[in-house]
């Protein structure tokens, strides 16, 4: 098993720019998040999902979406990137609310 | 505004000594979990404490939950160069359902 995994590693983009980081995981997890990591901050959760088609909002949503069409896939998408968003993007799964959260390596985005 | 509040935010030690990281807050926690995030990496899960006085054992870590569940520590007995990392306390609030609530982190080095 892979666990979760994440594309791109790393991204720059310029103000203004879309993009969609994906993340997907193989072990049949009903439940999925998006977390953010500033620089000596913690971990903060920007949207989850329960299962395919449930998506909710999570702490700081404001300038992200998601979708959930599968079981296995959680991408989210930035619209209209801001030098705020630069950050470190954190992708994990869990079989149920309070099971162990496994994250996957990370997306290191950088907006200019 | 910062839930847990994790101190020290750094430490840098020598090989054999012993540490201790703490994880405080003013809020009751209906579980409380310890993670070890190493660089360019995701959270790996360590330990979750769900009760009141709970101890819990990893091999040379030692993990404590507040008796009023507002707190935790996490002690390391004779530390070694593996152990460096960035360790994170993360807690669901009672009566909070899904949400994780990260600290900023305590960053480890131990040195040879």
């Known amino acids: 098993n892979a666990g979760v995994t994440q594309t791109p590693k790393f991204r720059i983009l310029k103000i203004g720019q879309s993009m969609t980081l994906q993340c997907t995981q193989d072990?049949?997890?009903?439940?999925m998040y998006w977390y953010r990591q500033d620089p000596g901050m913690g971990l903060k959760l920007i949207y989850y999902?329960?299962?395919?088609?449930?998506?909710d909002k999570g702490e700081v949503p404001n300038g992200y979406n998601v979708s959930r069409s599968t079981t296995e896939d959680f991408p989210l998408r930035l619209e209209l990137a801001a030098p705020s968003q630069t950050s470190v993007y954190f992708c994990?799964?869990?079989?149920?609310?309070?099971?162990?959260?496994?994250f996957g390596p990370g997306t290191r985005l950088t907006v200019l | 505004t910062q839930l847990l509040e994790q101190s020290p935010q750094f430490l840098s030690i020598q090989e054999g000594e012993n540490l201790t990281v703490y994880c405080n807050s003013s809020?009751?926690?209906?579980?409380l979990q310890w993670y070890r995030q190493e660089p360019g990496e995701g959270p790996v899960l360590l330990v979750t404490?769900?009760?009141?006085?709970e101890v819990k054992k990893l091999k040379r870590l030692t993990f404590q939950f507040g008796d009023a569940r507002k707190d935790s520590s996490l002690h390391i007995t004779a530390a070694q160069p593996g152990d460096t990392g960035l360790y994170l306390c993360?807690?669901?609030?009672?009566?909070?359902?899904?949400?994780?609530?990260f600290g900023k982190g305590t960053s480890l080095l131990v040195t040879p």
């Open positions: 809020s009751v926690f209906s579980s």
């Open positions: 072990m049949n997890h009903n439940y």
């Open positions: 994990a799964s869990s079989a149920g609310i309070t099971d162990t959260q496994y």
């Open positions: 999902s329960v299962g395919a088609g449930i998506t």
């Open positions: 993360a807690g669901r609030l009672i009566n909070s359902g899904y949400a994780l609530n």
């Open positions: 404490v769900v009760t009141g006085g």
